[in-house]
T-cell receptor
């Protein structure tokens, strides 16, 4: 299957700092990328959908000023958690697909811990 | 009613057992059906992809889709301890995003 690379795999930061997570599709061009958040023993929670070259669409309840998403190219999307706080600690996962109805491939996830 | 319903389990079986995992969906426009396996603290891994109704087999895994009853299944034959993970079903149509079930946690005991 196609490969989606996500970095870093884990990050620890101080409260108030910003953290950037990268998601790359290595062997295909992803028209759409998705960002999810997952709490322990919980299911995936879709945060936002991003299409290359346009603004991300955020799910209800997700603060777009807190979670900045940039999808600058067909192979790269970034999620920046701004002014992180302990409640932002979570497992963040990205996914990418070539087009509607196509298979969705996931990155390996990023564990964020905010102290 | 959620668009994709999945029993969260947990489901515990002995090694070698046949495992049956199931989901139901409500949107008759859904045409794409996928099963993912997620190990703890890892991203989901695509196991099976099915378009429309029918069966698909890959090694020990068989995916079934019954569009008349809006029911999707994943069968695992000769289950192994390494199959212990959370299994997520997902469905979608040609116009929208995939909708995921909550996932079923499976434990295969040696």
């Amino acid at each position: 299957g196609a490969v989606v690379s996500q970095h870093p795999s884990w990050v620890i930061c101080k409260s108030g700092t910003s953290v950037k997570i990268e998601c790359r599709s290595l062997d295909f061009q992803a028209t759409t990328m998705f960002w999810y958040r997952q709490f322990p023993k919980q299911s995936l929670m879709l945060m936002a959908t991003s299409n290359e070259g346009s603004k991300a669409t955020y799910e209800q309840g997700v603060e777009k000023d807190k979670f900045l998403i940039n999808h600058a190219s067909l192979t790269l999307s970034t999620l920046t958690v701004t002014s992180a706080h302990p409640e932002d600690s979570s497992f963040y996962i990205c996914s990418a697909r070539i087009g509607l109805g196509e298979k969705l491939f996931f990155g390996s996830g990023t564990q964020l811990s905010v102290l | 009613q959620k668009e994709v319903e999945q029993d969260p389990g947990p489901l515990s079986v002995p090694e070698g057992a046949i495992v049956s995992l199931n989901c139901t969906y409500s949107n008759s426009a859904f045409q794409y059906f996928m099963w993912y396996r997620q190990y703890s603290r890892k991203g989901p891994e695509l196991l099976m992809y099915t378009y429309s109704s029918g069966n698909k087999e890959d090694g020990r895994f068989t995916a079934q889709v019954d569009k008349s009853s809006k029911y999707i299944s994943l069968f695992i034959r000769d289950s192994q301890p390494s199959d212990s993970a959370t299994y997520l079903c997902a469905s979608g149509g040609s116009q929208g995003n995939l909708i995921f079930g909550k996932g079923t946690k499976l434990s295969v005991k040696p």
